[in-house]
């Protein structure tokens, strides 16, 4: 029905005609700032109750858009206009309901430049990074379709003399679907159209630092024409709205990616029977990572320093899959990190809008914490690099910190255990390869890592026994790809679902098993 799924190619900033799109997508963004975008519930616009602003971070006074603040009553609301929309939406048949995925990704790629804009100016994205994020929330829409249909298929079973037997993947109800604010298109959408095109109807609570990027993909909702209350569009804080919706007894599941303690709380709360409730409520959840990159004693370290500071130091370091730690050889300690440190220091910092490799952290609480984490880090480490932090003149305008590098940080110390997601990499020493294995294991989290030697058993034992999600062996620990690498972590990184994998679509779905005696 449709054709083989292919993933999208990136753009080449370099050259010219991808720039002059770029800086022409972000003039047309610029000029639609400010706008205020409603709580959709059932098609029901609502835009009372107090407003938020979404402001650039990289530019304090400029508000990308504002956006109500929903409530604990509208939420309630946005689960019943679900509940109603999923006695219809449930038997559109599979095929229907895949082709909107496809459609909407066909108008992404036509806008992929004003996307990509939007995320550079809400988000702080650089050009590329805000191109890529469009790119795989296309990846995502086009996958998901088509997975759809191979799991809505009619299942294989063994035959049994006198009867019909047949077993059918049906939806399973009403979802909240609760994203992060790093990947505001990509995994906003991977998430929520996953739960749609599987039959199921969501409320979809985007983060509070990136309502905007949300609503203008909602705005593509509507005009694909998706049936009102399919998705219900909410914005509003965690704490209050998402809270309500977690503990709804007409929920059946939560999609969250985010944070290890927002993640740990709701699958606490998820696991509550509430008054009137029918069912077990299901859980996917997506968190946090303390990721690493290992490397050997026998490797070319230009090459390795070059990704290494794109992991560590990309978006601002604000990836789940960011590089974190970097454990390196004793033998090659020194000379890795004076590389790394050298690159490090070359990247621009500034307005992305410019086409500045880095842009600034997503908020002030972040900016502080990040702070915190480098002070932790003085104390617990030696700083190579990132004293520029302290320049009142670069945070003037922005929340913006400077690649930031600690060495000689022990492994059960904060700054390599705890999840900093910011521009800041500890670097460890191991005494040999097998040494920064353990290191490498030695957190709660088991998201994504790299290794990186010439040494085939090495690499081999690697294979084995570094124990994350997403293992990459001589290549960097970051980007991953729809259905090439499908990704989700072990341990406190998640319940591992795999998003843009084979298996993902599955956790929206229930096995039905039908016989029919002759
Ligand atoms: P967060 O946990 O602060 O927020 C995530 C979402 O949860 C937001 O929409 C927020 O409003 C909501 N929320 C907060 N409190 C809530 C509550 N009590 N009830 C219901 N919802 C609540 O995370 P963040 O800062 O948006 O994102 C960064 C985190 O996400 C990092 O830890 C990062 O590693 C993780 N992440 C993981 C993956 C992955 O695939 N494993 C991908 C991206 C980001």
Wanted: proline share 5%; net charge negative; aromatic share 10%.
């Amino acid at each position: 029905m449709f054709t083989p799924f292919e993933n999208e190619t990136y753009v080449n900033f370099a050259e010219e005609t991808p720039r002059r799109k770029m800086e022409e997508a972000i003039t047309l963004v610029t000029s639609r700032l400010g706008r205020t975008y409603p709580i959709v519930i059932g098609g029901e616009r609502i835009t009372d109750g107090k407003l938020a602003e979404s402001v650039n971070p990289a530019r304090r006074s400029q508000v990308i858009g504002v956006t109500p603040d929903a409530t604990p009553e509208l939420a309630d609301k946005a689960v019943a206009a679900a509940n109603e929309a999923f006695k219809t939406w449930q038997k559109v048949p599979v095929a229907q309901r895949a082709r909107y995925l496809v459609r909407a990704a066909a108008i992404i790629r036509r806008r992929i430049y004003e996307f990509s804009a939007w995320m550079v100016l809400e988000s702080s994205k650089s050009w590329l990074e805000a191109y890529a994020d469009a790119a795989e929330a296309i990846d995502f829409l086009e996958f998901y379709a088509r997975e759809a249909v191979r799991w809505c298929a009619p299942q294989p079973t063994t035959d049994f003399a006198g009867e019909s037997n047949m077993v059918q993947y049906i939806p399973i109800g009403v979802g909240a679907v609760i994203p992060p604010w790093n990947f505001p298109l990509a995994i906003m959408a991977g998430m929520t159209m996953a739960a749609v095109v599987t039959g199921n109807t969501v409320v979809l609570k985007p983060a509070e630092q990136s309502p905007i990027v949300a609503a203008i993909f909602f705005e593509l909702l509507e005009e694909l024409g998706l049936p009102d209350g399919v998705v219900n569009f909410l914005p509003g804080p965690g704490e209050t709205v998402g809270e309500a919706l977690t503990g709804s007894p007409y929920i059946r599941f939560v999609s969250f990616t985010g944070s290890k303690d927002v993640g740990l709380h709701i699958n606490q709360r998820i696991a509550i029977t509430q008054p009137g409730q029918k069912w077990i409520k299901r859980g996917i959840f997506e968190m946090g990572g303390k990721d690493a990159i290992l490397v050997d004693e026998d490797v070319d370290l230009d090459q390795i320093a070059a990704d290494v500071v794109l992991a560590a130091f990309g978006f601002q370091g604000q990836k789940c899959s960011a590089c974190s730690r970097l454990i390196v050889h004793k033998n090659v300690y020194d000379a890795l990190i004076e590389k790394v440190a050298a690159r490090a220091d070359a990247l621009a910092v500034g307005d992305p809008a410019a086409g500045n490799f880095m842009g600034a952290v997503i908020d002030g609480d972040s900016f502080a914490r990040i702070q915190k984490y480098i002070e932790i880090g003085k104390s617990e480490g030696n700083l190579v690099l990132g004293s520029k932090n302290a320049d009142p003149e670069v945070s003037a305008d922005g929340w913006f910190v400077y690649p930031t590098i600690i060495k000689d940080v022990q492994p059960d110390s904060r700054l390599a255990q705890e999840e900093i997601f910011g521009p800041v990499l500890a670097v460890l020493k191991a005494e040999s390869f097998e040494h920064g294995l353990e290191i490498v294991n030695g957190t709660q989290f088991g998201l994504t890592g790299a290794a990186y030697s010439n040494n085939r058993s090495r690499i081999e034992k690697a294979r084995e026994e570094f124990h994350v999600g997403n293992l990459y062996l001589n290549r960097k620990c970051t980007g991953a790809f729809v259905d090439v690498q499908p990704f989700g972590g072990f341990n406190m990184s998640g319940t591992c679902s795999k998003a843009g994998g084979r298996e993902y679509l599955g956790l929206f779905l229930q096995a039905k098993s039908i016989s029919e005696r002759w």
